[in-house]
């Protein structure tokens, strides 16, 4: 079974300044991971995805995360952080060997940019 | 623009009548979709995937008997919720996969509140 934890409820950063939000993930096969930002009563926006390649993956908004295979991770990262990036994160992994799509997501992290 | 379309985004019920919430893929088909039931706290729950021709998987701890699914085109799934009751009351939203790209793309979610 897959499991993924966002070990903070919320971040805050001051505009301009760098953000990460930590993800880490459990599964037996392989790990297909993914990012989606959610706004106010809104569905899941996809930001990107590991499949497999490089380690370091680019994706929507200026957004990047970083494929670790010993520590389990896939921490999203932004150089800049802007006002309007606050908002809902979720990062979320697949088990790339059952087949299927069936996708668990992680609790979420709140992100404040502060201006 | 969007590519999943979930209907409708806001409903009241009061306890006891049943609710019908419709997830629709726009301009490609699906063989499966994904329910999930997001909690006030912010976490994102599968509730089950939705086959099209057969019956759907639930996930568990979810009552097939109280969400009720539906898959009955390759673009269109239903969940109903029979038998409301407050404690139901929540974000619902639907997903699925457009080619094998791995990605979900998300409905924009339907509140459902129950008196």
């Known amino acids: 079974a897959q499991s993924v934890a966002q070990p903070e409820d919320q971040v805050n950063v001051a505009e301009g300044n760098p953000l990460t939000v930590k993800c880490t993930y459990s599964v037996s096969g392989n790990p297909y991971l993914f990012w989606y930002v959610q706004y106010p009563n809104r569905g899941l926006q996809f930001l990107l995805k590991y499949i497999t390649g490089d380690n370091l993956v680019k994706g929507s908004y200026g957004f990047e995360a970083e494929f670790n295979k010993s520590q389990t991770s896939f921490h999203l990262k932004k150089p800049s952080a802007l006002v309007s990036d606050s908002a809902l994160y979720f990062c979320?992994?697949?088990?790339?060997?059952?087949?299927?799509?069936?996708?668990?997501f992680g609790a979420g992290t709140r992100l404040f940019v502060k201006a | 623009g969007a590519v999943v379309s979930q209907h409708p985004s806001r409903v009241i019920c009061k306890s006891g009548t049943s609710v019908k919430i419709e997830c629709r893929s726009l301009d490609f088909q699906v063989t499966t979709m994904f329910w999930y039931r997001q909690f006030p706290k912010q976490s994102l729950m599968l509730m089950a995937t939705?086959?099209?021709?057969?019956?759907?998987?639930?996930e568990q701890g979810v009552e097939k008997d109280k969400f009720l699914i539906n898959h009955a085109s390759l673009t269109l799934s239903t969940l109903t919720v029979t038998s409301a009751h407050p404690e139901d009351s929540s974000f619902y939203i639907c997903?699925?996969?457009?080619?094998?790209?791995?990605?979900?793309?998300f409905g924009e979610g339907s509140r459902l509140t129950v008196l």
């Open positions: 997903s699925a996969n457009r080619g094998d790209t791995g990605e979900l793309f």
């Open positions: 979320a992994v697949r088990d790339g060997n059952t087949g299927g799509f069936k996708t668990i």
């Open positions: 939705s086959n099209e021709g057969s019956k759907a998987t639930y």
